[in-house]
C-alpha cells in the first residue's frame, strides 16, 4: 500500500451534530459544502440525515445535486451562492433552494421558476454575499409575496466571542428581518456557541461537526496514516530534501513517507510540523515535497509501518497551527489519493 489512509469517523460526525443540536432550542442544519469540508458531501449528508438532519446547505448547486443524488428525496438542499445563470434546470430537477443575494437573482429566479421556493441572504455586514440593507427595504415586499422559506445572514467574527462585530451584526439582522413571517438564520458553528441570542429558528454548522475549531468540545472525525517507504541513516552534517534546508547535527535515522503537497500536506508544515509513532512524536525534517514527507525518527526503538499525521495527538486544529493556517484548510485540502475506507461504521 503506497498511498496513506484517511479513516473518517462518521459516527463522530453525527455525535457532533446531535452535540450542537442539543445546545439549542430550535432546528440545526448541516453544512456539507465543497464535498462535505474534504470529507465526502455523499456519506456524511447520509450520516447526517439518519442523526436528524432535514436540512443542508451546500456552496453552489453542482453540489446539491451531488447531494440530492445521496440522500434521494425529501431533505432540503440549500444553495449559498443562490441561483446563477444557468442554475435553473439544476434547481429544478434536484429540488434545490437557492439563498438569493441580489435583485438580479431575485428577478431570475422568479422569471424562470415562478412557484420555486427560495431564501434569501442578507448582508448584515461582513460584506461578502447578501442584500444590503437598502436593497432588502426595496425588495422586501416582493419577495414575501412568494414562496420565501428562509431569512439568512452570516456572522464575520464568530470565532472570536468579544469581537464588537458579533453584537452590530446581530442588531442589523433583527432589524432587517422584524416582522418578518419566514424562518431565519444568523449561526454557523461559532454563533450556536455564543449563546440563544444568536440562535434564531435555525443554525448551520458546518466546521463544528467535522471537529474543528471553534467547537472544542467535537469528537475528532479524522485520522490519517501515511505508509513509511524507506529508512536511511544520515550523518552529521549530512542534508535532507530539497534546498538542503535540513542539516543533520547527530547520526540520525530518517522516514521517507508517503504523502506530500500534493495531498494537502502543504509546504508551509516544512520543518514545523510531526508525526506520530503511537505516542512518540516525529519531528518532519527538511521540506515537505509534492509526494513525500522525511521525518526523524532516531529517537524511536522500531519505526512502525506508517506514521500518523493526524490523531489522537495532533488534531486538525494542531496541524494547521503548526502550517500557520486553520482547520477548514488543513480538512478541505486533504488529498484524493488517500485511501478512504468505508469509515468506521459507514453503511453507505
Ligand atoms: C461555511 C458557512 C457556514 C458554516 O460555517 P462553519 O464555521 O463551518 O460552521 C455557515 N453559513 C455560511 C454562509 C457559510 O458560508
Redesign the pocket.
Known amino acids: 500500500m503506497g498511498t496513506g489512509t484517511l479513516q473518517i469517523d462518521l459516527q463522530a460526525v453525527a455525535a457532533n451534530w446531535r452535540m450542537l443540536d442539543a445546545m439549542t432550542a430550535c432546528e440545526t442544519a448541516a453544512?456539507v459544502?465543497a464535498d462535505g469540508y474534504g470529507l465526502g458531501a455523499g456519506r456524511v449528508a447520509k450520516a447526517l440525515a439518519e442523526a436528524g438532519a432535514r436540512r443542508f446547505?451546500v456552496a453552489v448547486a453542482e453540489e446539491g445535486a451531488a447531494v440530492r443524488a445521496a440522500l434521494g428525496p425529501g431533505p432540503e438542499i440549500n444553495v449559498?451562492s443562490g441561483h446563477m445563470e444557468g442554475d435553473a434546470r439544476l434547481l429544478r430537477d434536484a429540488d434545490l433552494v437557492p439563498m438569493l443575494n441580489s435583485a438580479g437573482q431575485l428577478a431570475r429566479h422568479r422569471g424562470a421558476l415562478p412557484d420555486a421556493p427560495y431564501g434569501v441572504q442578507l448582508d448584515s455586514g461582513m460584506n461578502r454575499l447578501g442584500m444590503e440593507p437598502a436593497d432588502w427595504a426595496a425588495l422586501r415586499a416582493e419577495a414575501e409575496a412568494g414562496a420565501l422559506t428562509l431569512l439568512m445572514s452570516?456572522l464575520a467574527c464568530a470565532d472570536e466571542p468579544d469581537h464588537p462585530a458579533n453584537a452590530a451584526q446581530l442588531r442589523t439582522f433583527r432589524d432587517m428581518t422584524a416582522g418578518v413571517a419566514a424562518p431565519r438564520s444568523l449561526s454557523?458553528?461559532?454563533g450556536i456557541l455564543m449563546g440563544p441570542d444568536y440562535h434564531f429558528e435555525l443554525t448551520?454548522?458546518?466546521?463544528?461537526l467535522y471537529g474543528g475549531l471553534p467547537f472544542a468540545d467535537a469528537t475528532p472525525v479524522v485520522r490519517l496514516s501515511l505508509p513509511v517507504i524507506q529508512l536511511r541513516d544520515v550523518a552529521p552534517g549530512e542534508t535532507v530534501g530539497y534546498g538542503c534546508s535540513f542539516t543533520a547535527t547527530r547520526p540520525m535515522k530518517l522516514a521517507t513517507v508517503s504523502a506530500g503537497y500534493a495531498d494537502g500536506l502543504i509546504r508551509a508544515m516544512s520543518g514545523r510540523a510531526r508525526l506520530w509513532a503511537g505516542d512518540a512524536p516525529c519531528p518532519l525534517a527538511g521540506r515537505v515535497s509534492m509526494d513525500l514527507l522525511t521525518v526523524d525518527v532516531t529517537d524511536l526503538d522500531t519505526v512502525p509501518d506508517a506514521l500518523d499525521i493526524l490523531g489522537d495527538h495532533q488534531g486538525v486544529d494542531d496541524l494547521a497551527e503548526a502550517a500557520g493556517t486553520i482547520g477548514?484548510e488543513i480538512l478541505t485540502s486533504l488529498g484524493a489519493r488517500y485511501r478512504r475506507p468505508g469509515a468506521v461504521d459507514d453503511r453507505a
Do not use: M
Open positions: 453544512v459544502k446547505f449559498f452570516h454557523a458553528t461559532g448551520r454548522p458546518g466546521i463544528g477548514y
